[in-house]
């Protein structure tokens, strides 16, 4: 669809093209791929400029998504605010309800007893796996497999959103955190249909990478595509996988020592050249490190209450102070941000977006490169939109 | 060899495409309109009402307009009116009740915490999942009379959580009863030695453990 | 990782002129942070990614807080000497005083390379109308790029010196800053039916009979006397 | 197989002859069908959605396509990345003001017969999110909604439920006669206006021709 004028910013849909005047390199095209885009998981928009089919220029246009999370939550209370994480990023409540609980436990100096740190355990690396199986599910789509390799990460994570739906009662949403410890205990029925389900993973992953990792076409069109060096990562504020690929060993469950990791023995797989590729591998081999804490999680799991005894669930008001809480949830350092005046509700609330802060280099990462490559490295950078906009 | 993984990975698609028709754990369809999904005991749709009995919702909802669901439920998509007189409740007791009792499941995020936060077990959630309509209005917007379900119905969606809650409502009960026995042995004495108290209204029941509703948002 | 009074001591004793305050944090988390100002913030914040003991290379959130204007209502005993000779009366006096408003940046900065932090640095504008502009500390961490956009955004802190401040989640013809707190959403009500608070009091504006809007649409129970 | 085919609604066009005198017939091996039956069965059999996800909703609709919940079953399986080439938006999440705007352009862009799923509650009133400065609260304020389906966010199976319904919905459409559909009268838009984004909200913020509030009832106040 060509126009001759273009659309008023902010305001096409779909590609919209326009010619730019140019008498020594001939014409630019800036196209708008988005927010209605098969390809940018969501209601993302890339204002891309062209040399042909090279990306000249590059800007994310952001906030098709914003919910006014923030806000909502500065007008209500401390629970109230649980249901809507779930909502930020929902591909994995679960870790967003932890960083949150996390944020307030530390705001409210709440202690949370063991069994409950090991739940919390438990779950946030069956999120990371659900995260990154559904990730290398949609990176192939953006490669080009269309659904194949989708249809395999759904299956697979269908397994664990069971879990979470016969644990929390729902399949996405599952508003199971609680300041003070976690709202439902597990049965041992649950625990042993999870400790099966952990079991047998690495059988899927071996089939996965069988089918995906030796595969020419990936490695054609991902290695040495959208490099990032670890300085300028760094300098960027980026983490997560993405941080690690690139070789900088960053990884909050070491540097934190949060929840019980400490307890884990797992290692932080790194990258060496922090192309696309490598980020692709880094989510293959967390998935595998996160098979391995889950077997030893269940095996020491100790009996006993999930919820602090002194937590309240309603009228909770801390005390006044600033946190700053975070987690290495599975696209990035998660944080909460809260300020409290001492009332109901939360006087200043933010979240810190890995998702939207690891998009910082996108441009770097893309230039030179052409439009089926940025949606390539889009697709490897790992966004949710809900968290990315919030 | 060039082309070997793409092989390899064909290789796995067909090991799959062959299985989905024999091996079990890869027929994973689920033909759902014919089969019923298996729902957790825990899964929650919408929110319910319960009602002591099937015979009369209306007169035996536990709900007692308290409206601390409607504080606290983040999306407020609950609306309550409490009534001017009060009724006897299911244990006797004279309580308030909602004449009117709304809630919008055009806006309900399902997040469960009017169930986990009511004092008196009267809102529960339900399993129902088609609930498609084709008006956003009438067809969405559910009244006390469809909210109401009965105590039968709550077991036989979540056995395991409506014996627990039945168990303690009874244990409540027992000692609610017990403790008016008290107070009424304590009252006849003191009226056997006032000796000339005239017998003054029934007694307002022991209401001392009902938590005071708290006041109207508006 | 040293104390955060002493790397304010250093800062003083490195950057003469410059304000470098300590805020405490009552809470049990106890993150106190420095109150810079604006004039030197620039300069302290290279100072402190590269100084050796702490190389602070990542700041991982940044985020503005709004503190609107507070009237402050003050009682003071007086006693007042009775002219007549009586005992001194105590009256009560109360003074009205309004304390100004200022936006808030809040940058949390973490060290990869030492693995230590968090250091808290905060910067407040002069007021929240017209002197709102604060610099930029995106030149120093590039992860301040979209977080300081999203402040410019929502709260309306100007930054001087960052590479392209726009909007960043809102579109470009809003006017508003909506996470202020004195921030009122446009009036686009229409009708809900389960109404509370606010929407309720739009609800009375709005339909101006004097009862409260209620549940229609499904049958209505009959209503008991 | 939806029961929609098993037991198809009545159609008076179909002929004179009554269901059961049909249903004999059927029996015998003669299958009478009138053309606008055969038409909307063909229709509503292969509904192809608009491939267009805005938030979590989207997700359980990319999971009602997978293996488990296989739309494919209901010939719903392809998603169209262009809107000329749909039939059904789905609209799956929280519509933001300023994504309404895209959100009505696509539904003018997608040619007649379309339908519209408002899936989840965001889609339908702004939901959990509708106390939110930049959420639009429903996006039947600005195109017309078909099926309406509550949760945060629906199951699949839910989906699928409402699909089922938009089928029975299709099968039941008159292609002529006073009562026919919409997308057969001319008179009937099927393009709206477009908002703008404007200082403080869109403008407008509502498009009367499709937004029909239900009538609030006044009754005692409260409290």
Redesign the interface.
Same mark, same amino acid.
């Given at each position: 669809m060509i126009t001759a004028a273009p659309a008023p910013f902010g305001q096409s849909s779909g590609p919209t093209v326009r010619r730019v005047n140019d008498p020594l390199h001939g014409d630019l095209l800036e196209v708008s791929m988005g927010p209605q885009h098969p390809s940018t998981h969501g209601v993302f928009r890339m204002d891309v400029t062209l040399d042909g089919e090279v990306i000249v220029k590059l800007k994310p246009v952001f906030g098709y998504l914003h919910r006014n999370h923030e806000k909502i939550a500065e007008n209500t209370s401390y629970l109230s605010s649980m249901p809507y994480t779930d909502r930020l990023d929902y591909l994995c409540s679960m870790s967003t309800n932890w960083a949150y609980a996390m944020a307030v436990e530390k705001l409210s100096g709440q202690a949370v007893p063991d069994r409950a740190q090991y739940l919390r355990v438990i779950l946030a690396e069956l999120t990371r796996i659900v995260n990154h199986a559904c990730l290398v599910g949609f990176l192939f789509n953006d490669l080009g497999t269309s659904f194949t390799p989708l249809l395999y990460a759904f299956r697979e994570r269908e397994k664990i959103i069971d879990l979470f739906e016969a644990l929390s009662g729902s399949r996405m949403m599952c508003n199971y955190q609680r300041f003070g410890g976690c709202r439902v205990d597990p049965t041992p029925e649950w625990l042993a249909a999870a400790s099966k389900l952990v079991d047998n993973f690495p059988r899927f992953l071996d089939e996965y990478e069988t089918m995906l990792t030796g595969n020419e076409i990936l490695l054609a069109r991902t290695q040495g595509v959208g490099r990032l060096d670890p300085k300028h990562a760094v300098n960027a504020g980026i983490t997560g996988p993405v941080l690690r690929a690139c070789g900088v060993n960053y990884d909050l469950r070491k540097v934190d020592a949060y929840g019980f990791y400490p307890r884990f023995d797992f290692r932080v797989p790194l990258g060496e050249h922090g192309d696309t590729y490598d980020r692709y591998m880094m989510r293959i081999l967390e998935m595998r490190e996160s098979v391995k804490i889950l077997q030893q999680a269940f095996k020491v799991l100790p009996a006993g209450p999930i919820m602090d005894p002194k937590a309240k669930l309603r009228g909770f008001r801390p005390k006044p102070g600033e946190t700053y809480g975070r987690l290495e949830g599975p696209k990035g350092e998660l944080g909460f941000y809260l300020l409290s005046d001492g009332t109901p509700n939360p006087y200043r609330y933010r979240v810190r977006p890995p998702s939207l802060i690891n998009l910082t280099l996108l441009e770097e990462m893309c230039l030179g490169h052409t439009v089926a490559d940025a949606v390539v490295i889009l697709g490897s950078i790992d966004i949710v939109l809900g968290e990315v906009d919030r | 060899m060039l082309g070997s993984g793409i092989i390899k990975g064909l290789a796995v698609t067909a090991k799959n495409f062959v299985g989905s028709y024999f091996v079990p754990e890869r027929m994973v369809t689920e033909q759902y309109p014919e089969d019923r999904p298996k729902l957790p005991e825990n899964y929650r749709s919408f929110p319910l009402l319960v009602s002591e009995t099937a015979e009369d919702p209306m007169g035996t909802l536990r709900c007692v307009a308290c409206q601390i669901c409607e504080k606290e439920c983040p999306p407020q998509c609950i609306y309550i009116e409490k009534s001017k007189d009060k009724k006897p409740d299911a244990t006797g007791k004279m309580q308030l009740y909602p004449v009117v009792f709304a809630i919008d499941t055009s806006v309900c995020m399902s997040c469960g915490l009017c169930a986990e936060l009511c004092p008196f077990d009267s809102i529960k959630m339900d399993q129902v999942f088609e609930v498609a309509a084709t008006n956003r209005f009438a067809g969405l917007l559910l009244n006390r009379e469809q909210l109401a379900k009965s105590n039968a119905y709550y077991h036989s969606i979540r056995p395991v959580e409506a014996a627990e809650v039945d168990a303690r409502l009874a244990a409540d009960r027992q000692a609610a009863e017990a403790k008016a026995k008290a107070a009424a042995a304590a009252k006849a004495a003191a009226a056997a030695a006032k000796a000339a108290a005239p017998a003054a209204q029934p007694a307002p029941a022991p209401v001392a453990e009902a938590p005071k509703p708290p006041s109207p948002a508006a | 990782m040293e104390a955060l009074d002493q790397i304010r001591d250093r800062l003083l004793a490195r950057f003469s002129g410059a304000s470098v305050a300590l805020v405490t /944090?009552?809470? *049990?988390?106890?993150?106190h942070s420095l109150l810079l100002d604006p004039a030197h913030a620039r300069e302290i914040a290279l100072f402190l990614r590269d100084d050796s003991a702490l190389q602070l290379?990542?700041?991982? /959130?940044a985020?503005g807080?709004d503190w609107p204007e507070k009237e402050i209502v003050e009682t003071k005993k007086v006693s007042v000497l009775d002219p007549a000779g009586g005992p001194a009366k105590i009256t009560e006096e109360k003074t009205k005083r309004v304390e100004p408003g200022c936006l808030e940046a %809040?940058y949390?900065l973490y060290s990869?390379a030492l693995?230590h932090g968090?250091v808290?640095i905060r910067m407040r504008t002069a007021n929240r109308s017209d002197k709102v502009n604060l610099p930029s500390l995106t030149p120093v961490?590039?992860?301040?790029?979209? #977080?300081e956009r999203e402040i410019f955004d929502l709260y309306g802190i100007v930054f001087d010196g960052h590479p392209d401040l726009r909007?960043?989640?809102?579109?470009?013809?809003?006017?508003?800053h909506?996470?202020r707190k004195d921030?009122v959403?446009?009036d686009?009500f229409?009708?809900?039916?389960?109404?509370?608070?606010g %929407? @309720?009091d739009r &609800?009375k504006m709005h339909?101006s &009979? *004097?009862?409260? @809007?209620? %549940?229609?649409?499904?049958? #209505? *129970?009959e209503?008991? *006397? | 197989m939806s029961d929609a085919i098993d037991k198809p609604v009545p159609f008076p066009a179909a002929g004179n002859i009554s269901d059961a005198e049909r249903e004999e017939l059927r029996r015998h091996g003669i299958l009478m069908t009138s053309l606008e039956e055969l038409y909307n069965w063909g229709r509503s059999n292969s509904i192809w959605p608009l491939q267009f996800g805005l938030a979590c909703c989207a997700i359980e609709m990319i999971a009602a396509a997978t293996a488990r919940f296989d739309i494919a079953r209901f010939g719903a399986e392809i998603f169209r990345p262009s809107p000329r080439q749909a039939d059904l938006m789905i609209v799956s999440g929280t519509v933001t003001k300023k994504m309404a705007p895209q959100v009505v352009r696509l539904w003018n862009q997608m040619p007649e017969p379309k339908y519209c799923i408002a899936m989840g509650a965001c889609a339908i009133s702004g939901g959990p999110f509708k106390q939110g400065y930049n959420v639009l609260k429903g996006i039947d304020r600005f195109i017309p909604v078909d099926i309406y389906i509550p949760g945060c966010p629906p199951r699949p199976e839910a989906l699928l439920n409402g699909l089922m319904e938009l089928q029975k919905q299709i099968q039941g459409e008159r292609l002529t006669g006073p009562d026919a559909a919409r997308h057969t009268r001319p008179d009937m838009p099927s393009e709206f206006s477009v908002p703008s984004y404007g200082e403080h909200d869109l403008q407008p913020t509502k498009n009367a021709e499709v937004w029909k509030p239900a009538t609030p009832l006044t009754r005692s106040g409260k409290g």
């Open positions: - | - | /944090n009552p809470g *049990p988390a106890a993150e290379d990542y700041c991982s /959130n985020t807080i %809040v949390h990869m693995r968090p808290v961490w590039r992860s301040c790029d979209f #977080q909007r960043l989640l809102m579109w470009d013809e809003f006017k508003d909506p996470m921030y959403d446009p686009d229409e009708w809900e039916p389960t109404p509370h608070a %929407v @309720l &609800a339909y &009979a *004097p009862a409260t @809007l209620a %549940v229609s649409a499904a049958p #209505q *129970p209503v008991k *006397p | -």
